[in-house]
Every structure is written in structure tokens, then in C-alpha cells.
């Protein structure tokens, strides 16, 4: 069983940067799985923002947030990144880390609010 806590969301003012974790209990486990980075605004679907794999290899990064954000990962730590810059409004959403794809495992979530 792979437990997922999220931590560094907050309150930003547009252009501003912040920089997510996830961190994995439950042994190995999380080394084993690719790791996701998705976020949901009010009113709206859940979205992909990032992915990479097991291995550190970046496999999906959002239109949205190219050239923006950038995700990574720390298998000896058990952690995975999601590193954001030029921070928009519209970045405004519960940031959720994935681990084992959309029927693995799931954070509870961190907000990011990106007003001034």
C-alpha cells in the first residue's frame, strides 16, 4: 500500500513561483510506478498536468503549462516534484499527485491560489 502527502501549495501572486512534493510511504513500492502531477479547478474535470515515469523520464507535460512548469522525481527520497513558475490565475486549482496511473494511487491534495 502506497500512501501519497502532498505539501507546498499556497497562496501566490501571479507570476510568482512554487514548488510542489509528494512524498510516498509504504516501502519501495513508489520506485517501481510512474508519478503524476494533476490539478482540478472549481467547476472543472481533473487534468494531467505532468507525468514521468519510474525512471525519470518525462513522458507528458500539459500545453498549458509548457515552458512553465517542470516535474521530477527523487526515487531514493520517495518524492516526486512539480516545480512551478509564471505562476497564472488560471494555475489556480487542488494540485493531486499520482502514483500507478488514474486506478493507482492518489494525494488528498494541496491548493494552489494564484491571485493579488
Known amino acids: 500500500q502506497v500512501q501519497l502527502v502532498e505539501s507546498g501549495g499556497g497562496l501566490v501572486q501571479p507570476g510568482g513561483s512554487l514548488r510542489l512534493s509528494c512524498v510516498a510511504s509504504?516501502?519501495?513500492?513508489?520506485?517501481?510506478?510512474?508519478a503524476g502531477w494533476y490539478r482540478q479547478a472549481p467547476g472543472r474535470q481533473r487534468e494531467l498536468v505532468a507525468r514521468?515515469?519510474?525512471?525519470?523520464?518525462?513522458?507528458y507535460v500539459a500545453d498549458s503549462v509548457k515552458g512553465r512548469f517542470a516535474i521530477s522525481r527523487d526515487n531514493a527520497y520517495r518524492t516526486a516534484y512539480l516545480q512551478m513558475d509564471t505562476l497564472k490565475s488560471e494555475d489556480t486549482a487542488v494540485y493531486y499527485c499520482?502514483?500507478?496511473?488514474?486506478?493507482?494511487?492518489w494525494g488528498r491534495g494541496t491548493q494552489v491560489t494564484v491571485s493579488s
Open positions: 499520482n502514483c500507478g496511473g488514474m486506478s493507482g494511487y
Open positions: 514521468i515515469t519510474e525512471l525519470g523520464v518525462v513522458n
Open positions: 509504504g516501502g519501495s513500492i513508489f520506485s517501481l510506478y510512474g
